[in-house]
């Protein structure tokens, strides 16, 4: 069975075409993408939680992204009825955020990852894809294959980490 393709590459609307590539974007890429920046997520949360202490957030995040944060959380707070990210500031920034927390506090990740640099370069090269991704459009080859490699070395990494901290959920 051939891969699916991006709707926009046939010659006229056929809906099916979108169909087969929502599909096929969610069974092979948008769950890579969520594992992964969930678990950036939970690393962050971890790794400071460890270094610093569970309330790190107004000391390892600069006023700038606590700012986007308490703005973002502040949108969902006035609709109520729809659901929020989750409790703890850090569901409320983006990967390029994420990335600085991590860049800015390098100190604190080294330790427990030693090449933490390297995975700020990981994370940094799958923002765009990502985004491609979350706003419903389809990635090329190129991108899959990056989406994909990095979801690997994340698989390979949580093990070891697991050794060294304890990995906590951020609340």
């Known amino acids: 069975m051939p891969a699916a393709r991006d709707f926009r590459t046939y010659a006229g609307f056929n809906s099916g075409y979108i169909n087969s590539s ?3 974007v969610g069974r092979h890429i948008f769950w890579k993408l969520y594992i992964i920046e969930n678990l950036y997520r939970i690393i962050i949360h971890s790794v400071l939680s460890v270094q610093i202490n569970p309330t790190w957030w107004p000391i390892a995040a ?15 707070l006035i609709r109520p009825w729809h659901t929020t990210p989750g409790q703890h500031e850090i569901y409320y920034i983006d990967l390029k955020d994420l990335n600085e927390i991590v860049r800015s506090n390098a100190n604190l990740f080294a330790p427990i990852i030693p090449d933490i640099h390297d995975w700020i370069a990981k994370i940094e090269s799958i923002r765009l894809p990502r985004n491609i991704t979350a706003h419903m459009n389809f990635p090329n080859r190129t991108d899959k294959a990056r989406i994909d490699v990095i979801f690997q070395d994340f698989e390979r990494l949580i093990p070891p980490l697991q050794q060294k901290i304890n990995l906590v959920v951020p609340n």
């Open 22 to 24: 929502g599909k096929y």
């Open 62 to 76: 600069d006023p700038t992204i606590r700012g986007k944060a308490h703005t973002f959380l502040q949108n969902y």
